[in-house]
């Protein structure tokens, strides 16, 4: 088993990205319940796991942009297992090129969850390249809300990704 990092997602981030919720929801297929919630979470878990500070992001303010500069967070919300992926979604990837792309899973109690609780562990599980995402297999990834109306996603297993050991000596800024 690779071993990833992990952030303990707080009482206080999730209050603050319930705040959040309708400044940053776009108009889009929906996976789940807690999609939004989730991505802004994976933004904060991101920035206190690289700045030291969940505060230090963008949210708000980055709507149809990258997430950091350079960098795009994808966030799921499942239990967590090393046969998870990144994934990214195709019309997403023909958008806007991030040269990094990070997962982070946050770990609820099932794949149907409707909520993220305090004290949720979020495992920031690797990085690739955009070259990588774009060689990726393609996926119909399905949805958590019924059997039908996926959504066609680029899939790295986490396993795959690099390791974030290695994230700041690749990444320039």
Excluded at 48 to 70: A, P, T
Excluded at 71 to 98: C, G, H, M, Q
């Amino acid at each position: 088993m690779n071993t990833y990092k992990i952030v303990v997602v707080t009482e206080e981030m999730i209050n603050n990205a319930l705040t959040m919720l309708e400044k940053v929801r776009v108009n889009r297929t929906v996976a789940s319940k807690i999609d939004t919630l989730t991505g802004i979470i994976g933004e904060y878990v991101f920035a206190q796991y690289f700045y030291g500070d969940w505060k230090i992001n963008n949210v708000g303010k980055n709507k149809g942009k990258v997430d950091f500069e350079n960098i795009e967070i994808k966030t799921s919300s499942f239990p967590f297992n090393e046969n998870l992926n990144l994934l990214v979604r195709e019309d997403y990837a023909a958008k806007r090129k991030a040269p990094f792309y990070i997962q982070i899973i946050l770990d609820v109690e099932s794949s149907k969850a409707e909520q993220i609780k305090p004290n949720t562990k979020a495992y920031i599980c690797g990085w690739a390249t955009a070259q990588e995402v774009d060689a990726a297999m393609v996926k119909d990834m399905g949805s958590k809300l019924s059997t039908t109306g996926g959504y066609q996603c680029r899939c790295i297993p986490i396993k795959e990704l690099h390791s974030m050991d290695d994230f700041k000596n690749n990444y320039n800024h």
